[in-house]
């Protein structure tokens, strides 16, 4: 079946740096992907959204970027705090608007 | 604070009991979906409801079965628990519709000893 899977498990930066955390996509149809922060012990939390017919979407401290060329998402985190150590998952929401999740990448921020 | 909630937070079983899971899905979503996550992994979807009707499951065992109400609240049955059902059960309420995300709860903690 279709997937969404996350190129790094773990993802070590320095307090302050910018943050890249990569996923790549299977299903060339897709047209809607989340991002979700999950910290310890909690339930995903919504970061960021983009459709397909987007290339890039930015929030506050977070930008997505969707190449649908090479079905790659990215997840910019700028000046990095502590406050931003968690497990990232990319997802993508399928026809039948269920989401199809990749394995996370867990981003550690070193002081 | 997403609006969903869900209770227990933890629970313990043991093999072969059977246990019900609680979810109070967000104001005006109508749709709502069960997850499992073991322990460093993603999310697996278990399946969704979407107006009291079933509308869409995951690889799991007929002994998952779930409900939901007029309200939008469900809940999860998991008949003859397994030790291998430990794991983070996650409840998402959303739209019917593909440009809306999914908010969670906080979770309930299964262990099956």
């Known amino acids: 079946g279709e997937s969404v899977g996350l190129h790094l498990p773990t993802l070590s930066v320095q307090e302050g740096d910018n943050s890249i955390i990569n996923c790549a996509y299977s299903?060339?149809?897709?047209?809607?992907f989340i991002w979700y922060k999950q910290e310890s012990g909690k339930g995903p939390q919504f970061i960021i959204d983009?459709?397909?017919n987007m290339d890039k979407r930015q929030g506050q401290r977070v930008t997505v970027l969707l190449n649908k060329t090479v079905k790659h998402l990215s997840l910019q985190i700028a000046a990095t705090q502590p406050g931003d150590s968690a497990v990232y998952f990319c997802a993508e929401k399928d026809s039948n608007y269920q989401l199809i999740w990749g394995a996370g990448t867990k981003l550690i921020i070193k002081p | 604070e997403t609006g969903v909630t869900q209770s227990p937070t933890h629970l313990i079983k043991t093999r072969g009991q059977q246990v019900t899971l609680r979810c109070s899905s967000q104001s005006g979503h109508n749709t709502v979906s069960w997850y499992q996550q073991a322990l460093g992994q993603g999310p697996q979807f278990i399946f969704q409801y979407y107006r009291e009707e079933e509308n869409g499951r995951g690889n799991f065992p007929p002994r998952f079965s779930g409900l939901q109400f007029p309200n939008y609240s469900s809940e999860l049955n998991v008949n003859a628990l397994e030790l291998d059902d430990s794991a983070l059960y996650l409840c998402a309420s959303s739209l019917q519709a593909v440009y809306t995300e999914a908010f969670f709860g906080q979770g309930t903690r299964l262990t099956v000893v």
């Open positions: 983009i459709r397909s």
């Open positions: 299903n060339s149809a897709s047209d809607y």
